[in-house]
């Protein structure tokens, strides 16, 4: 079992810069690929990012390339998301989500463990 807790959420002004947090509870961290998604209200959950168990292979979602970055420190069994030059649109609740696979991927089906989730909010 995994238990996940996000923490660095908050309301920011456009074009600001957030850092969230997920910290993981297990062993085996270091074998699982982690992954971003958020969900804004009424919409459907969409994939953000996603990184490998090793942190070689990182993958984005159109939307955020080039303005948000994945990264991992598995000593301390944590994933960050870096999210800079925030719009409106990426206002969401933000959760992390781990597969013990170890393969990143954008399907949440494919993630076995979930977080409850960080309130990212960006005005205009």
């Known amino acids: 079992q995994v238990q996940l807790v996000e923490s660095g959420g908050g309301l920011v002004q456009a074009g600001g810069s957030l850092r969230l947090s997920c910290a993981a509870s297990?062993?085996?961290?270091?074998?699982?690929?982690m992954g971003w998604f958020r969900q804004a209200a009424g919409k459907e959950r969409e994939f953000v990012a996603a990184?490998?168990?090793?942190?070689?292979?990182?993958y984005y979602a159109e939307s955020v390339k080039g303005r948000f970055t994945i990264s991992r420190d598995n000593a301390k069994n944590t994933v960050y998301l870096q999210m800079n030059s925030l719009k409106p649109e990426d206002t969401a609740v933000y959760a992390c989500a781990a597969r013990p696979a170890g393969l990143a991927s954008s399907t949440p089906n494919d993630y076995n463990y979930w977080g409850q989730g960080t309130q990212v909010t960006v005005s205009s």
């Open positions: 297990g062993r085996t961290f270091s074998s699982y690929a």
């Open positions: 990184i490998s168990w090793s942190g070689g292979a990182r």
